[in-house]
């Protein structure tokens, strides 16, 4: 249950007794500042009309209070930096407990710490990190009313997953599983016009699209004059209107205030639509996967409360197209082979022409060959002039994220809802929703894209 604070209301004569009580202090401070014989400062006369070279003082002035504004930022950026070294050398260190952990007791089983033992600290490291994932994921899901899966409007159907939509649909009670289709800007007007129809047909189905740069609270002054923060690049987010109102009369409905979990596979934008509903950079964005690392609470208004959750972990049997298309293969780790499996899948999927024509290399014939001709276009050469594949393979994987590579999927032809969604389910879902207002908030947000 939320912890309420406690209520900061008082009686009449209890508020008039403590403003009758300031009064009295401030007039003795006055009484005793002048018996010290204490003056007022005196107020800055500027400079006066007649003194020459006025407008150069003047613009010097302005300039040191420009300079002044900008150190403020930079300490205040220093700060955030600091905090955010803080908690990965504290993450690091957890780590590190966990693998020390593990040594020892290898070492009293009378284990030799040879490269078995040092992958099998690993996967138990990276096991310790699912499970958290999971946790703190399994707990946004729970505290929810309404449950946000964000899908990337590339590959939908990729991005759904059965068993997180069984679990939220057959949870019981009032929970409801809306769909956001983000990242609209990316595939052709006719193809999302289909996918909106498709998927609308199993859940409500909102259409969406993420400011890529926006405001840092953090960097806003209280000041009269603005903060010099260069927000011109940040782009236009379109359906945060329609959701945002379909969230605020569903919670009309329940007469209660809701809170709406945002769950998802890695970079489909799930805390970049939460940063939208705000219009302010209230999470942390990236391209790399496993930014978000533990649900966070945003207050978009009183009625209405977002939750931030960890990416979903995808089964690593899973084919390298699949894993690919959702952004899953680890960049970081060096010499994995699962690189250049996807790298080849994206290759094979995505439009021939469009490629050469992006990276401007001539015609190739599979993907071993375009990467290599890429690596000599980029100079991602290693010693001897040999072309540094791997390097260059996720760089491309990198740029599929960031969407530099156009792709799209189309809808299938039949559509044979799973075994659990049944026709009841389905209206169940649809409960609550005004339907008709979001298929116009749709449309409107279908046009407005460019």
Same mark, same amino acid.
């Given at each position: 249950?939320?912890?309420?604070?406690?209520?900061?209301?008082?009686?009449?004569?209890?508020?008039? &007794?403590?403003?009758?009580?300031?009064?009295?202090?401030?007039?003795?401070?006055?009484?005793?500042?002048?018996?010290?014989?204490? &003056?007022?400062?005196?107020?800055?006369?500027?400079?006066?009309?007649?003194?020459?070279?006025?407008?150069k003082?003047?613009?010097?002035?302005?300039?040191?209070?420009?300079?002044?504004?900008?150190?403020?930022?930079?300490?205040?950026?220093?700060?955030?930096? #600091?905090?955010?070294?803080?908690?990965?050398?504290?993450?690091? &260190?957890?780590?590190?407990?966990t693998?020390?952990?593990?040594?020892?007791?290898?070492?009293a089983?009378?284990?030799?710490?040879?490269?078995?033992?040092?992958?099998?600290?690993?996967?138990?490291?990276?096991?310790?990190?699912?499970? @958290?994932?999971?946790? #703190?994921?399994?707990?946004?899901?729970?505290?929810?009313?309404?449950?946000?899966e964000?899908?990337?409007?590339?590959?939908?159907m990729?991005?759904?997953?059965?068993?997180?939509?069984?679990?939220?649909?057959?949870?019981?009670?009032?929970?409801?599983?809306?769909?956001?289709?983000?990242?609209?800007?990316?595939?052709?007007? =006719?193809?999302?016009?289909?996918?909106?129809?498709?998927?609308?047909? =199993?859940?409500?189905? !909102?259409?969406?699209?993420?400011?890529?740069?926006?405001?840092?609270?953090?960097?806003?002054?209280?000041?009269?004059?603005?903060?010099?923060?260069?927000?011109?690049?940040?782009?236009?987010?379109?359906?945060?209107?329609?959701?945002?109102?379909?969230?605020?009369?569903?919670?009309?409905?329940?007469n209660?205030? +809701?809170?709406?979990?945002?769950?998802?596979?890695?970079? !489909?934008?799930?805390?970049?639509?939460?940063?939208?509903l705000?219009?302010a950079?209230?999470?942390?964005?990236?391209?790399?996967?496993?930014?978000?690392? @533990?649900m966070?609470?945003?207050?978009?208004?009183?009625?209405?409360?977002?939750?931030?959750?960890?990416? *979903?972990?995808?089964d690593?049997?899973?084919?390298?197209?699949?894993?690919?298309?959702?952004?899953? +293969?680890?960049?970081e780790?060096?010499g994995?082979?699962?690189?250049?499996?996807?790298?080849?899948?994206?290759?094979?999927?995505?439009?021939?022409?469009?490629? +050469?024509?992006?990276?401007? +290399?001539?015609?190739?014939?599979?993907?071993?060959?375009?990467?290599?001709?890429?690596?000599?276009?980029?100079?991602?050469? &290693?010693?001897?002039?040999?072309?540094?594949? #791997?390097?260059?393979?996720?760089?491309?994987?990198?740029?599929?994220?960031?969407?530099?590579?156009?792709?799209? @999927?189309?809808?299938?032809? @039949?559509?044979?809802?799973?075994p659990?969604?049944?026709?009841?389910? *389905?209206?169940?879902?649809?409960?609550?929703?005004?339907?008709?207002?979001?298929? #116009?908030?749709?449309?409107?947000?279908?046009?407005g894209?460019?």
């Open positions: 249950a939320e912890l309420r604070k406690a209520s900061k209301r008082m009686t009449c004569h209890k508020r008039y &007794k403590i403003q009758k009580k300031i009064r009295e202090h401030h007039r003795k401070v006055r009484k005793e500042a002048k018996k010290r014989g204490r &003056k007022k400062p005196r107020k800055d006369p500027g400079v006066p009309s007649a003194a020459p070279f006025k407008e003082l003047l613009r010097e002035a302005e300039q040191r209070k420009q300079r002044l504004e900008e150190l403020k930022q930079k300490q205040k950026l220093q700060r955030q930096k #600091e905090h955010e070294k803080r908690r990965k050398l504290e993450a690091k &260190k957890n780590d590190m407990e693998k020390e952990k593990v040594e020892g007791k290898e070492k089983e009378g284990k030799e710490s040879s490269g078995k033992s040092k992958a099998k600290t690993k996967k138990v490291l990276d096991k310790n990190s699912k499970e @958290s994932f999971c946790r #703190e994921l399994r707990k946004v899901i729970e505290a929810s009313d309404v449950v946000l964000v899908l990337d409007a590339r590959d939908p990729g991005c759904r997953c059965p068993q997180l939509e069984q679990a939220v649909t057959c949870s019981g009670g009032d929970k409801k599983l809306l769909l956001v289709l983000n990242k609209i800007d990316l595939v052709p007007k =006719e193809n999302l016009e289909k996918w909106l129809n498709y998927l609308k047909k =199993e859940f409500p189905t !909102v259409a969406f699209k993420s400011a890529t740069v926006t405001k840092d609270r953090t960097m806003e002054q209280f000041t009269k004059r603005p903060a010099r923060v260069d927000l011109s690049r940040t782009t236009q987010h379109l359906g945060s209107k329609c959701l945002l109102k379909l969230l605020q009369e569903h919670g009309r409905t329940q209660k205030p +809701i809170q709406v979990g945002v769950v998802g596979f890695p970079n !489909v934008g799930k805390s970049s639509i939460i940063n939208s705000k219009d950079r209230a999470c942390n964005v990236g391209l790399t996967r496993g930014v978000t690392k @533990s966070q609470i945003v207050h978009v208004d009183k009625q209405t409360k977002m939750l931030d959750s960890p990416s *979903i972990i995808a690593p049997s899973n084919s390298a197209l699949a894993l690919a298309l959702r952004s899953i +293969i680890n960049t780790e060096p994995s082979a699962d690189v250049f499996e996807a790298a080849d899948a994206i290759i094979n999927n995505c439009n021939k022409q469009q490629v +050469i024509l992006r990276y401007c +290399i001539p015609d190739f014939r599979n993907a071993e060959e375009f990467l290599t001709s890429l690596a000599k276009k980029k100079g991602m050469l &290693k010693r001897g002039g040999v072309p540094d594949m #791997e390097n260059v393979a996720k760089e491309l994987l990198s740029e599929w994220t960031g969407a530099k590579i156009s792709y799209h @999927s189309e809808p299938p032809e @039949s559509q044979k809802p799973p659990y969604l049944t026709d009841a389910k *389905i209206a169940e879902m649809q409960e609550g929703f005004n339907l008709k207002s979001l298929e #116009e908030g749709n449309n409107a947000t279908v046009q894209r460019k």
